[in-house]
C-alpha cells in the first residue's frame, strides 16, 4: 500500500477539511489549492518559475525591507509613548528614552540601525532589481511603484533626523532644506512648506513629526501592498528567459 493511499482517508475527514481545503499535494489541482488556500504562500502565484525561487536571484532583499519597516513602524509606536514633538520637550525625552525607560535605549537603537538598514536594503533591492532586468514589461509599473517607495523611505528617514532636535539634526536639516531651496520654481516654495516657515523652529518640528510618523508610513504601507500584490499578479519574480515553468 502506498503513502498517499494511506493518507487518503485522513485527508478525506471532516476535521482534516475543515483545515486544509485539498488533498495531498501530489496532483496538479491539489499544489494550486495548497497555495490559494493558504494566506502566506498565496502571496505567491500559484506557478512561478524554479530560478526565481533561488535564493541568489534576490537575496530576499524586498522582503528584507518590509520586515524593517514592520519592525520600525513597531519600534517608532513604542517611542510616540514618550517623545513629545515641541521643541522644549523633544530634546529631553529623547534622553528620558534612552536613560531612564525600560528598555528604552534599546527600542531607539532598533529603530535608528532598522532605519539605516531599511534605505541600504531599499537601494540594494533596487540595484537587484536593475541588474536582473526585472523592470522591463509587464514590471514597468511596479519598478515607478518602487521609484516612489525609494523617494518615500528616503523622506521618512530625512524626516526622523530633525526629530531628537539635537546640534546634528537642527543642522542637518537647515542646510537640507538650503538644498531643496535651490530646486528650480518650486524650490523656495518647497523649503517654505516644509519648515512652516523660513527657519527650522516649533512648525517645522511639528510639520517633519506629521510627516514621520503618520502620512510617510501609510503612504509607504498603502504602496508596499500594492507593490507585493503587483509581484503576484505579474507571475513572481521576473524569469530568466527559457526557464522551465513548474
Ligand atoms: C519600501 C521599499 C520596498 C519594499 C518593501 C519592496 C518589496 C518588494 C518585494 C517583497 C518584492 C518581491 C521579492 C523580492 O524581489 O525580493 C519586490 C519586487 C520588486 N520590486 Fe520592490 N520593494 C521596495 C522598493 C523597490 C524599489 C526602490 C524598486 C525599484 C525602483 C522596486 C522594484 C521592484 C520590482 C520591479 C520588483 C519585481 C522584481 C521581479 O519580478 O524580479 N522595489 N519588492
Not at 106 to 123: E, G, K, P, Q, S
Not at 228 to 241: M, P, Q, S
Request: glycine share 6%; aromatic share 12%.
Amino acid at each position: 500500500m502506498t503513502r498517499s493511499s494511506l493518507l487518503t482517508p485522513l485527508t478525506e475527514s471532516r476535521v482534516w477539511r475543515s483545515f486544509f481545503r485539498h488533498g495531498l499535494p501530489d496532483n496538479p489541482l491539489d499544489r494550486s489549492l495548497v497555495m490559494t488556500t493558504n494566506i502566506f504562500f498565496h502571496l505567491h502565484p500559484v506557478k512561478v518559475s524554479r530560478p526565481s525561487l533561488r535564493w541568489s536571484y534576490s537575496f530576499g532583499l524586498g522582503i528584507i525591507s518590509a520586515i524593517l519597516f514592520a519592525l520600525l513602524v513597531w519600534s517608532g509606536l513604542l517611542l510616540m509613548f514618550y517623545y513629545a514633538p515641541t521643541i522644549e520637550r523633544a530634546y529631553p525625552t529623547m534622553k528620558d528614552i534612552q536613560m531612564t525607560v525600560p528598555l528604552g535605549q534599546f527600542t531607539r537603537n532598533m529603530h535608528r540601525w532598522a532605519a539605516h538598514a531599511m534605505v541600504l536594503a531599499v537601494i540594494l533591492h533596487m540595484a537587484r532589481v536593475f541588474y536582473t532586468g526585472a523592470f522591463k514589461p509587464p514590471r514597468e509599473f511596479n519598478w515607478i511603484v518602487g521609484v516612489v517607495l525609494l523617494l518615500l523611505t528616503l523622506g521618512a528617514s530625512f524626516t526622523g533626523y530633525l526629530l531628537p532636535w539635537d546640534q546634528l539634526a537642527y543642522w542637518a536639516i537647515t542646510v537640507g532644506t538650503n538644498i531643496a531651496s535651490y530646486a528650480p520654481v518650486a524650490g523656495p516654495m518647497m523649503r517654505e512648506l516644509l519648515l512652516g516657515g523660513t527657519e527650522v523652529g516649533q512648525n517645522s518640528l511639528l510639520r517633519f513629526y506629521t510627516l514621520h510618523v503618520a502620512i510617510l508610513p501609510l503612504l509607504i504601507g498603502l504602496l508596499v501592498s500594492l507593490h507585493i500584490w503587483r509581484v503576484r499578479k505579474d507571475g513572481g519574480l521576473a524569469a530568466r528567459r527559457n526557464s522551465e515553468v513548474k
